[in-house]
């Protein structure tokens, strides 16, 4: 879609154009704007940039085209947007929303923040930081102070300890009788065509279907991505959140298993998650979900948790936010003595009747609900897909 080069000085013309152009088209130039005077300006600040080793500046191109300028400082603690205008020309395709998608891929292979300041007169640019999961941290004259952490929080959520432990082989979800009907599903749906998993994890499902037809990932975890990259080499896989990040290429099916999507915590965040499924779709594909139906009719009045395991060595206990429709399941896991390891995992959960509304803000058509992968019909007791 595009291609980031250094600046040059003899560039520093072309970036005060760009960047005019996009600001124009934004009708954010004041009435008694003095462009002479703002592009001097410009073009001795650019050249600073260009020289300052703490900065760097990029023009974007597309085709053979010059069309953008992006500025991007770099340290130990951040990775910070200091700058990117679009000319008018190639806004509104997806381009400005996929540079953003590799500086979070890089800031999650850092474990560091994306950091970056929004004019507050510039609505358009604070909704898609908005639907990339930013949040306002700070407030600077008429700047709000923007902050993209999920990579790092996810990370830490889903780290090299809990990659190592999470694969069961031959047992739990990764019991022939649980994979073997999953992966059954999904190629007789997929067609003979390509399949995406979002959070694809370490390949529980993805790497036996990949057996089967051409699969890709998605994943945010680095963690995970390693831990699959320790039983399979050859699977693509995107760093970067599945409610945004862009895999190459067209799918005939894209897919979340195992109560995946209720990991991105909003209603916005999963409805995001929808629209992006639907831009990796060819006309006529499918996304799948696999989702537990909540069971809030097992939570007592004035009690805010249930206990829905309880094992030698393990006990699971969820407690619930009703309003804002949060459970956080917390896994305690003992031996013989008297101490205990507690492992605690967010969630948001959806109702099939929700679901069908964000498939249909998405543009999706509901083609069937089951209550397990060999294609029960029945009342779904188990997760629908």
């Not at 980031?4 to 704007?33: H, I, M």
Request: charge should be negative; hydrophobic fraction near 40%.
């Amino acid at each position: 879609m595009y291609r980031l080069r250094p600046a040059k000085p003899s560039d520093a013309e072309l970036l005060a154009d760009v960047t005019l152009a996009a600001t124009r088209a934004q009708g954010r130039l004041a009435p008694d704007f003095d462009e002479l005077a703002w592009r001097n300006g410009f073009v001795e600040w650019t050249l600073e940039s260009i020289a300052d080793p703490a900065t760097d500046l990029y023009v974007v191109e597309v085709g053979d085209r010059p069309a953008g300028r992006l500025r991007v400082s770099r340290t130990p603690d951040a990775v910070e947007l200091n700058g990117i205008q679009l000319h008018p020309d190639i806004q509104n395709h997806g381009i400005g929303t996929a540079i953003l998608n590799a500086l979070q891929d890089e800031a999650t292979r850092r474990g560091v923040p994306l950091q970056l300041r929004v004019e507050r007169d510039n609505p358009n640019a604070r909704r898609l930081y908005d639907r990339l999961g930013f949040t306002r941290t700070a407030e600077a004259d008429t700047e709000d102070v923007l902050q993209w952490t999920k990579g790092v929080e996810q990370n830490r959520l889903w780290n090299a300890e809990v990659a190592e432990k999470y694969d069961t082989p031959g047992t739990g979800m990764f019991a022939p009788e649980v994979i073997e009907p999953t992966v059954d599903r999904l190629a007789e749906l997929a067609a003979g065509g390509r399949a995406l998993e979002f959070a694809i994890g370490t390949g529980r499902v993805g790497i036996p279907l990949s057996k089967r037809i051409p699969v890709s990932g998605i994943e945010l975890s680095t963690a995970m991505i390693d831990q699959l990259r320790t039983k399979d080499e050859t699977i693509p896989v995107v760093v970067g959140d599945m409610a945004s990040a862009q895999a190459p290429g067209e799918f005939s099916l894209v897919y979340l298993v195992f109560n995946t999507i209720s990991n991105l915590l909003t209603q916005e965040e999963q409805v995001a998650c929808f629209r992006n499924a639907a831009r990796h779709l060819s006309p006529g594909g499918r996304f799948v979900i696999e989702l537990w139906v909540p069971e809030l009719r097992r939570l007592p009045p004035g009690i805010p948790a249930t206990v829905g395991v309880a094992e030698p060595g393990y006990i699971l206990l969820d407690t619930y936010d009703v309003l804002n429709q949060h459970v956080v399941s917390h896994h305690f896991h003992f031996g013989e003595g008297t101490e205990a390891q507690l492992g605690r995992t967010p969630h948001r959960y959806i109702w099939p009747a929700e679901l069908d509304l964000m498939a249909q803000i998405a543009g999706f058509t509901r083609e069937s609900r089951h209550a397990d992968w060999s294609g029960d019909r029945s009342p779904p007791n188990h997760p629908p897909t």
